[in-house]
């Protein structure tokens, strides 16, 4: 096999999979987030990322443009993966369905030790870094809420829920899912709970939510 026909395999092979520039921005993500866990948001630099996805500086930037865009971009990509059902208000399917089906998957991803722990890091650094707290909140909880928050404004004309304030409802409902298990977990003193008490907790908490704000 020549030179040329060498060339024509290694294209041929790239072509089928993802693009140059999005395997790096996959490494850069990777190595991100490896690297907030094990050093702490604060303490990893852009150097360190860089370097961990053999990548250059200038490369990272090209994709991110600072310390705040990359940490978003690694939540945004860690709330993708959670695989949500989607709140659309399907009329084959009460809110009641839709709702504990979002909130087990949810709970199941916000209790896995590595969440817990990331959250608990980006917490103890937030006074000194602000705009990386910002960007954490933003592409985590914020997120979450706004859906949960509109998808309660469709079950609001749909079920003629009483609903004075759709993100305040949210809030109320998205804390009841979870209880305190982060918290248990953050202080050491539980492990993350089981699929069946994540269940049956989700469950109950949506049935007496919208049996409160049906009135």
Do not use: C
């Not at 948001?41 to 990272?60: C, F, P, Y």
């Not at 991110?64 to 865009?69: E, H, I, L, S, W």
């Not at 804390?175 to 109950?204: C, E, F, M, N, Y």
């Amino acid at each position: 096999m020549n030179s040329n026909d060498h060339k024509s395999v290694s294209k041929s092979r790239r072509g089928r999979g993802r693009p140059p520039d999005l395997l790096k921005r996959d490494a850069i993500l990777d190595a991100a987030s490896a690297l907030f866990l094990e050093r702490g948001i604060a303490a990893t630099t852009i150097e360190a990322v860089a370097a961990r996805a053999a990548v250059s500086k200038m490369t990272l930037y090209s994709h991110f443009a600072d310390k705040p865009m990359l940490l978003m971009a690694v939540f945004k990509r860690n709330l993708n993966a959670i695989d949500l059902p989607q709140l659309a208000g399907d009329e084959s399917e009460s809110a009641l369905e839709l709702l504990s089906d979002y909130g087990e998957r949810l709970v199941t991803f916000l209790t896995r030790p590595e969440i817990v722990r990331t959250a608990r890091v980006m917490a103890a650094s937030a006074n000194e870094y602000p705009e990386l707290a910002a960007a954490f909140y933003a592409a985590g909880p914020a997120v979450v809420l706004a859906e949960v928050a509109r998808f309660l404004g469709i079950a609001k004309r749909k079920e003629r829920l009483r609903l004075p304030d759709q993100r305040l409802a949210a809030e109320q409902l998205v804390a009841a899912w979870l209880g305190v298990d982060q918290l248990k977990q953050s202080l050491g003193v539980s492990g993350p709970p089981s699929r069946s008490v994540i269940a049956r907790r989700v469950r109950t908490a949506t049935e007496a939510m919208l049996r409160g704000w049906a009135g």
